[in-house]
C-alpha cells in the first residue's frame, strides 16, 4: 500500500533565505497530519510544491505513489486542496461556484453539490452570492469544492485561520468526520492548540526545516503540552 504522501528532499528557497529546506515526510492513509510552525516558517511554500502550485529547486513529491511533479494528473486525481485563501466568484451563488468546479469532475452531479454543501453547513446559503459571505463562510465553501470529488487526501492551508470560535469547532468537526470515513489530512497551522485537538501526527516546520515530527498521543504522553513539545523541538535544534 502507498503511503499517502512521500516527500523526498524537498528544497525552495529564496534570495531573502526564507524558504523550505530538505523536507522529508511520509505521511500514512488514515492520517491527520498537523504541518505546525509560525508563520513564515516555510510551510505555504511546501504546500505549494505539494498541489504542484509552484516547482521545487530539488526533491519531489509522490501522492499515493505518484509523482507530483513527472505525472501531475495521476497524483492529484484522490487530492482536494484549499490553499491559502479559499477563492470563489463573489457575484456567483455558492451553488453556482460549485458548478464551476464540478466541471472538472466527469461524477460530480447536483445531488453531490447538495451533499457538500451540507456537509460543511452551508446547504441554508446554497443560493447566496458569495460576495455576502464572512470569512468563515468563504472557507466553508472552499472546503466543500475541494470535497467535491470526494478525494483520498485533502491538503488544507491553515484551514482555521480568520474563523471565529464556532467557526473553528465547525471546521475541526468537519475534519473528525471526513477522517472517520478514511480521508487523510495534511493541514498547516501555527494554532498549537487547535493542532493538538485535531490532529493525530504533528510535524513541527521552523526556519525552513522540519524540525520535529511524532504522534500527538505520544506527545502528549511525554509533555504536558502541545506548546512545551514545540518550544523544546524548536531549542534542541537550535534557534536560527
Do not use: W
Not at 64 to 84: P, R
Not at 85 to 100: F, G
Not at 160 to 177: A, F, P, Q, S, T
Request: charged share 25%.
Amino acid at each position: 500500500m502507498h503511503k499517502a504522501i512521500e516527500i523526498n528532499g524537498l528544497t525552495k528557497m529564496y534570495s531573502n533565505g526564507r524558504g523550505i529546506s530538505d523536507l522529508n515526510l511520509a505521511i500514512d492513509q488514515g492520517d491527520v497530519f498537523g504541518f505546525l510552525g509560525p508563520n513564515g516558517a516555510g510551510k505555504t511554500t511546501a504546500m505549494k510544491m505539494m498541489a504542484g502550485l509552484m516547482k521545487p529547486d530539488r526533491g519531489e513529491v509522490k501522492i499515493f505513489g505518484a509523482s507530483v511533479q513527472d505525472d501531475y494528473v495521476n497524483a492529484m486525481k484522490h487530492t482536494g486542496c484549499l490553499i491559502e485563501t479559499a477563492e470563489s466568484y463573489p457575484y456567483l451563488t455558492a451553488n453556482e461556484n460549485l458548478k464551476l468546479f464540478a466541471r472538472f469532475y466527469p461524477d460530480v452531479d447536483q445531488r453531490r453539490i447538495d451533499e457538500c454543501l451540507e456537509i460543511t453547513g452551508m446547504l441554508k446559503y446554497k443560493h447566496e452570492k458569495s460576495r455576502k459571505f464572512s470569512l468563515g463562510m468563504k472557507q466553508r465553501l472552499g472546503v466543500a469544492a475541494a470535497i467535491l470529488s470526494r478525494p483520498r487526501l485533502l491538503i488544507m492551508d491553515e484551514p482555521l485561520n480568520g474563523l471565529d470560535v464556532e467557526g473553528m469547532l465547525e471546521m475541526r468537526r468537519l475534519i473528525k468526520e471526513l477522517a472517520e470515513e478514511g480521508t487523510t489530512f495534511f493541514i498547516s497551522s501555527h494554532l498549537i492548540h487547535d493542532v493538538e485537538l485535531t490532529c493525530t501526527r504533528i510535524g513541527v516546520v521552523y526556519g525552513g526545516k522540519l524540525v520535529g515530527m511524532d504522534y500527538t498521543r505520544d506527545i502528549l504522553s511525554n509533555y504536558s503540552s502541545l506548546e512545551h513539545y514545540f518550544v523544546s523541538e524548536v531549542d534542541r535544534n537550535g534557534r536560527i
